[in-house]
T-cell receptor
């Protein structure tokens, strides 16, 4: 089974702190994604990566950066956390099949609270 | 911009009845659609998918219907069980979208009454 793991289930940080959210997948997937999930807004894509050291902005990249130094690991960075970044963060990965119809596998999520 | 949306934010259904969850999409280039289920405290899990060259696909107790004419997607759950209580998301993408990027709908909460 595909496994996507996230470093923390719950995290509490203070405004202005630098925050690292780590995601690891064990299926050699090319693509990795970071979403945030807020009530009534569904899943919104922050950043994604389709190869090592490659990154693309999603729909809401402001206030975030990412790092993909190794294929299995995709990190989300909040340079200076703010209260409006309090949210559930979900990581996902997928392979790039020939037909382009590969589902994304999700991690359990990290609930981040910024005080 | 292009978006995927849901008509009903909350659906209450009696145990044993069938459930129907609807989704509208606006990107006519989308050719692959997925339904995800998210239980409380967990990440979304794949339920079923469908490509645009099909209009119906069946799984175990679930059926996805695709109407490309009106850009509408639905998920039918037969004989709904308490374990089906969750939030359901539709998602869309298109062939060769960079990184297989998905666009998600806002989600529908299904509550199964005993």
């Amino acid at each position: 089974d595909v496994k996507v793991t996230q470093s923390s289930r719950y995290l509490v940080k203070r405004t202005g702190e630098k925050v690292f959210l780590e995601c690891v997948q064990d299926m050699d997937h090319e693509n990795m994604f970071w979403y945030r999930q807020d009530p009534g807004l569904g899943l919104r894509l922050i950043y994604f990566s389709y190869d090592v050291k490659m990154k693309e902005k999603g729909d809401i990249p402001e206030g975030y950066s990412v790092s993909r130094e190794k294929k299995e690991r995709f990190s989300l960075i909040l340079e200076s956390a703010s209260t409006n970044q309090t949210s559930m963060y979900l990581c996902a990965s997928s392979s790039t099949g020939l037909a382009g119809d590969d589902e994304q596998f999700f991690g359990p999520g990290t609930r981040l609270t910024v005080l | 911009g292009e978006s995927v949306g849901l008509h009903l934010p909350t659906l209450s259904v009696q145990e044993g009845d069938n459930s129907i969850i609807n989704c509208a999409y606006s990107n006519s280039a989308s050719d692959y659609f997925i339904w995800y289920k998210q239980e409380s405290g967990k990440g979304p899990q794949f339920i079923i998918d469908i490509r645009s060259n099909m209009d119906k696909r069946q799984g175990q107790r679930v059926t996805v219907l695709l109407n490309k004419t009106v850009k509408h997607l639905s998920l039918q759950i037969a004989a709904t069980q308490p374990g089906d209580s969750a939030v359901y998301f539709c998602a869309e993408t298109y062939f060769k979208a960079a990184g297989n990027k998905l666009t998600f709908g806002g989600g529908t909460r299904v509550l199964v009454k005993p």
